[in-house]
């Protein structure tokens, strides 16, 4: 039987769950031994197999456009969807300016900050993604499991890997459920 | 007696007990976040819905009373999925991300029920409506967008406090926590006790200094008490690394059962005085840190000296426990002749009513919980808002339930406002206040004595004319209290009896014809002063602070902070000495400054108002220097070869005493 085959993305997020990820150091030799990783935003390879993969992996919310392409075309090509950490799963930090409106949260982080001088713009540049709500991926995407934590744990990452890997959906509980 | 079976488990429960409390006596666990024990059930939250043998619909346990032959289900598919889509619909409607909330990673109530239902997301996500923060309060900030509408705060704010600060402004998913009517938390009725961040099961309501401070996993609890005043309240201290995070008050606590008030949970937070750490000697006109043993040496030499001048005087903090109090009595009084020896509290009130005591041959004084069954009160010369607040709790959740206050007061009383009937004498006149209430009863023929009925009209007037309180008002009060079966006297600590038991007895026969002190209650308690207060008055050390000139005084202050007219007095000493935990005017002015352990770090026995015994263990470990109270006097008395004895008990038992003293 083949590998399965594992891609990953992130989006609104601070990619700070891919760094969890790497955590599990040497272990990550043992999930080679299974799988076969195949594009990740920290690998040469951006997209998934056009192919498709059995797992994709997605960090971070959804707040513009261009996620959306990100998050639809993930759940197009793999077969399992994994929402890693909170931002994918909840919407996490970036999910706090859903409290404001779009229009104060762009003129905030364009033209009022303390570090932008008058000239301050809202870019508006026709080939630039549009920036939405932030979103969690469920609200976008179907998800099948998810894997909250700001971020996840090395050894919660390592067991939901291990266990995908070897044909079993994990199931998270005590203190590998936590969402910090 | 009634019979339930929960889950399998059939158990006999009293008739009443609500199928939760139910539950709990069997071992069974039912998940809730608006129930707590202190507190009325609500039925709020629904997390707790279970099964009932033959009901239509799923029934939360908290408000359903037991009845006969009940089968409760508390763990099937049903009731998950419900516990599930009741924490669903909460997390949906505010801010409930856990990252950036000091109470998540085990703290929080609904974190912690969300993970015991294996949820790893919320499958209806929030509608990002904001609600406003209120940061005005000096001691806590109010997060609505946390809050879970439980209404435990504003349960805890009525029926533990009676202040009714807190309520709910708005509807359903709109509504939110205000302060009165939607006043700033800072400028409301707020009385600071801090009960509605004890209940708070999430991070609603956040206190300004432990917040991120320490989770429960890490913080060390220590039982001890509050010594605050001579209520004595059970407190829990929370400590980090011997460092203080937080205060609460002890559930378990007889005396208080839960509820503190300002001073006991946050002004130890506000500590700002700086710490004494080093012996201090004043050397060529200034204060130089010293060794213990240059110290001792010229605190022996001083002290030996002005005992044969018959010119040391000593003064200790009622603050301090028994075992220092009594070596500072056996040291300073008994051996040396000091004149004074006394406390910076005086203690007249107390020092009157051991008089009385001795007078009646008797404790005539009762129980503080009493209170809780009384339908009337009286408080005389008492100011529950600012001193002994617990006790003004325990007043004002009376108030509700149609119980009768009255207050007699020669200055403003905090609580007329409440208050039935509220009586302003003039100075001097409560001896007339009493015969003014007693002719009033005799008037009304609600007591019958013919021989000084005849009188009545006339004690009347006289009563009226010399405490400037009008008749009518003396009537109401005789009414009010006449009416009630089971009145309780409070006194206050400004009675101004000046030692003098002549208004107590006055007073404690008042109390025997209302009936509050029968041969089997004692409605009356007196709320004396700082927490050992009355040990001191046992002790004998309740004089008047006067000095002669070139006094050479001994001070034992502790932790106290000293009033400015006391500082005035000692200020005529030539030389001052001075055990203290925080430097202060007081020290600055000393000759001799010997650091001591503040009250959180001292373990010593109490001796609260009513009587009851209670220990205070240290919660920190003091800095290196510090001594210990009881170790800087043993070290003194063992420099003047004094013979003391650490027993004390015996010594106050024999004394005449207002109350019972009993351990707990």
Known sequence: MAKPKIASDWMAGCSGCHMSLLDIDERILDIIELVDIRATPITDLKEPDAGGVDLGILEGGINNTANEEQAHRMRKRCKLLVALGDCAVFGGVPAMRNFFTLEESLRRAYVETESTDSEGKIPDDPELCVPTRVRAVHEVVPVDIFVPGCPPDADTIFYVLSELAQGRIPVLKNDKLQWH | ?664
Request: overall charge negative; aromatic content about 6%; some cysteine.
């Open chain 2, 1 to 664: 007696m009634v019979s339930i079976t929960i889950d399998n488990k059939k158990i006999e429960v009293p008739e009443g007990t609500t199928v939760l409390r139910a539950a709990e006596m069997a071992g069974i666990h039912i998940p809730t976040l608006c129930d707590h024990p202190h507190l009325t059930p609500y039925g709020g939250c629904r997390l707790c819905l279970v099964e009932v043998e033959g009901a239509r619909t799923l029934q939360p346990s908290c408000t359903l009373p037991v009845s006969n032959n009940m089968v409760v289900k508390t763990d099937t598919p049903k009731t998950k999925d419900a516990r599930k889509f009741v924490l669903t619909m909460i997390f949906s409607e505010r801010n409930h991300f856990c990252p950036y909330c000091q109470v998540s990673g085990g703290d929080c109530e609904l974190q912690n029920a969300a993970y015991a239902e294996g949820m790893t997301h919320w499958p209806i996500q929030p509608n990002y409506v904001p609600f406003e923060v209120d940061a005005s309060h000096p001691y806590f900030i109010l997060e609505n967008n946390r809050c879970i509408l439980c209404r435990r705060c504003v349960r805890a704010c009525g029926e533990l406090i009676g202040n009714f600060t807190l309520g709910i402004e708005e509807r359903g998913a709109k509504s939110y926590l205000i302060a009165d009517l939607g006043t700033p938390l800072g400028e409301s009725t707020c009385v600071s006790c801090g009960s509605c961040l004890q209940v708070c099961p999430t991070g609603a309501l956040i206190d300004r200094w432990s917040a991120y401070q320490g989770k429960e996993k890490e913080v060390e609890h220590h039982k001890t008490i509050c010594v605050g005043c001579s209520i004595g309240c059970g407190i829990d201290v929370l400590t980090r690394d011997n460092r203080l995070v937080r205060i609460e008050g002890d559930w378990d606590s007889p005396v208080n059962e839960g509820v503190i008030c300002k001073v006991g949970r946050f002004l130890p937070m506000t500590e700002e005085r700086m710490r004494v750490l080093t012996p201090m000697v004043r050397k060529n006109g200034a204060l130089k840190a010293a060794t213990w043993e240059e110290a001792m040496a010229v605190v022996e030499q001083k002290v030996k000296e002005a005992s044969q001048q018959k010119n040391l005087a000593a003064v200790i903090s009622t603050r301090l426990p028994v075992e220092a109090i009594s070596l500072f009595k056996q040291i300073f009084a008994d051996n040396l002749q000091a004149a004074p020896v006394t406390t910076f509290e005086q203690g007249e009130t107390t020092a009157a009513s051991l008089k009385l005591a001795g007078q009646l041959g008797t404790s005539y004084e009762g129980k503080l919980n009493a209170i809780h069954q009384a339908d009337c009160i009286i408080s005389f010369g008492a100011d529950m808002l600012s001193n002994h607040q617990v006790a003004g709790f325990f007043v004002k959740r009376l108030l509700p339930k149609k119980v009768n206050l009255i207050t007699i007061n020669k200055s403003d009383d905090p609580f007329a406002d409440f208050a039935n009937c509220s009586l302003k004498p003039l100075k001097g006149s409560y001896l007339d206040v009493i015969n003014g209430i007693t002719a009033a009863l005799l008037k009304l023929g609600y007591i019958i004595d013919p021989a000084k009925a005849t009188k009545s009209s006339e004690e009347l007037q006289k009563a009226s004319l010399n405490t400037s309180i009008p008749t009518e008002q003396f009537l109401k009060t005789a009414h009010l209290i006449a009416s009630s079966e089971n009145p309780f006297v409070i006194l206050g600590d400004s009675l101004n009896t000046n030692g003098n038991p002549d208004l107590l007895s006055a007073l404690y026969h008042f109390c025997h014809s209302i009936n509050a002190v029968t041969d089997s209650k004692k409605n009356l308690i007196g709320l004396k002063g700082s927490a050992n207060n009355l040990t001191a008055s046992l002790l004998g050390l309740d004089q008047k602070l006067t000095l002669q000139q070139n006094t050479v005084t001994y001070l034992a202050i502790g932790d106290e902070e000293v009033s400015e007219q006391r500082i005035k007095t000692l200020e005529k000493s030539s030389f001052m000495i001075v055990q203290a935990s925080y430097h202060s005017k007081l020290t600055a002015n000393a000759d001799v400054v010997l650091p001591t352990e503040n009250w959180l770090e001292c373990k010593g026995t109490y001796i609260n108002l009513d009587g009851t015994i209670q220990t205070a263990q240290a919660s920190l470990v003091p800095p290196d220097e510090v001594k210990s109270n009881q170790a800087i006097l043993e070290m003194i008395a063992s420099a003047l070869n004094i013979p003391i004895n650490s027993e004390w008990k015996s010594v106050i038992i024999e004394r005449p005493s207002p109350v019972l003293l009993n351990s707990d």
